[in-house]
């Protein structure tokens, strides 16, 4: 078992462009969250799935950013344009279901906005 | 909303010394609390939960609700626990939102 695999590792683009990140969870996993992590932060929740619907994307910053998980499996998150701000590792986790109280994060993609 | 409040961003101890990692939380329920760690070049983990009551890797952590506090504790560090560890806390009574601290990173010292 892999666990939670996300791509790329790392993306470097300019501001104003477009980037797009994915991820796979754990086979069987209902509950899929992404989280953006600053530099010397924690992570923050940007969106939850519960299969294919959000179900709490209150942090989610709905100008730029969108995401979605279609079959409610995969999912893949958006930032259209990129600003400077946006440079952080954006993780993937998940979980069984939504009252699972473990979640599995994947390695996360390092974004730097130049 | 909630917080969840580690306030040391560094902890240096020697190996074979005890450890206490802080951790304070703001809700005023009943919280859902858990220790997550990071080692070097590997991904986030859980490392244990309050209502487990258990001791992993050594460490344990007790939820005290007068404090607000759920500190991370090891009698003894070994040089393997050097780690990024964060609390983190559910936000509240159906929420599931998962509010992590900014993490303390515990450096054990040969």
């Known amino acids: 078992e892999a666990g939670v695999v996300q791509s790329p590792r790392y993306k470097i683009i300019e501001k104003k462009q477009p980037v797009a990140f994915w991820c796979n969870p754990i086979?069987?996993?209902?509950?899929l969250y992404w989280y953006r992590q600053n530099l010397g932060q924690g992570p923050e929740l940007l969106i939850r799935?519960?299969?294919?619907?959000?179900?709490?994307d209150s942090q989610l910053p709905k100008d730029r950013f969108s995401a979605e998980r279609l079959k409610g499996v995969d999912s893949t998150l958006k930032i259209q344009p990129a600003e400077l701000g946006d440079s952080a590792v954006y993780l993937c986790?998940?979980?069984?279901?939504?009252?699972?109280?473990?979640?599995?994060f994947g390695p996360g993609t390092r974004l730097t906005v130049l | 909303a909630q917080r969840v409040t580690q306030p040391e961003k560094l902890l240096s101890v020697f190996k074979g010394a005890p450890v206490e990692l802080k951790c304070n939380y703001s809700y005023s329920g009943s919280p859902e609390l858990f220790w997550y760690v990071q080692y070097s070049r590997q991904r986030l983990q859980l490392l244990l939960r309050h209502i487990s009551r258990e001791s992993i890797k050594g460490f344990t952590a007790d939820l005290n609700k007068g404090e607000t506090s759920f500190h991370l504790k090891k009698p003894f560090a070994q040089e393997e626990d050097s780690a990024m560890y964060y609390c983190a806390s559910y936000s509240g009574a159906g929420s599931y939102q998962l509010t992590f601290g900014k993490g303390t990173k515990l450096s054990v010292i040969p």
């Open positions: 986790a998940s979980s069984l279901d939504m009252t699972s109280n473990e979640q599995f």
């Open positions: 086979s069987g996993h209902n509950t």
């Open positions: 799935y519960e299969n294919e619907e959000a179900v709490d």
